[in-house]
């Protein structure tokens, strides 16, 4: 599948709660900016202020953490508009459109789930079930 990076300007207008892909199955949520800190930058032989702005982001865990704007902008590598799910078995958020319908039969019954589909998590929850 064939991503492209956001631009600055997409970056500096994303809205609270927007789902980001890093490419690597991660996609995060988006949950706003904080003020950094503030450097002094050469322009033109003059010492200038430059501040700094972190984008706060949840994982798909509930684990907060946050980038500096710049590296947010060379990792991204789409917005999200779509549904999103997560995964029964590993717990990831992921695009529905990288997500596949599973059954998982349990007890002599049935759970239908939606599981990774780059990966075995389908077979690993029925592993897990059957013990």
């Not at 078995?89 to 599973?102: D, T």
């Amino acid at each position: 599948m064939e991503y492209k990076k956001l631009n600055e300007e997409e970056v500096l207008n994303l809205e609270v709660g927007t789902f980001l892909n890093f490419g690597n199955g991660d996609v995060e949520e988006f949950l706003g900016f904080e003020d950094g800190p503030i450097y002094k930058v050469y322009k033109d032989g003059k010492a200038v202020d430059q501040k700094e702005y972190y984008a706060l982001m949840k994982k798909s865990n509930g684990e907060m953490h946050k980038f500096y704007l710049r590296v947010l902008q060379g990792a991204t590598i789409e917005s999200l508009d779509t549904s999103i799910g997560k995964c029964a078995y590993c717990g990831l958020l992921r695009p529905e459109s990288e997500m596949v319908s599973e059954t998982i039969w349990i007890n002599h019954g049935q759970r239908t789930g939606r599981y990774c589909k780059d990966k075995p998590c389908g077979g690993y929850a029925q592993m897990s079930a059957e013990g």
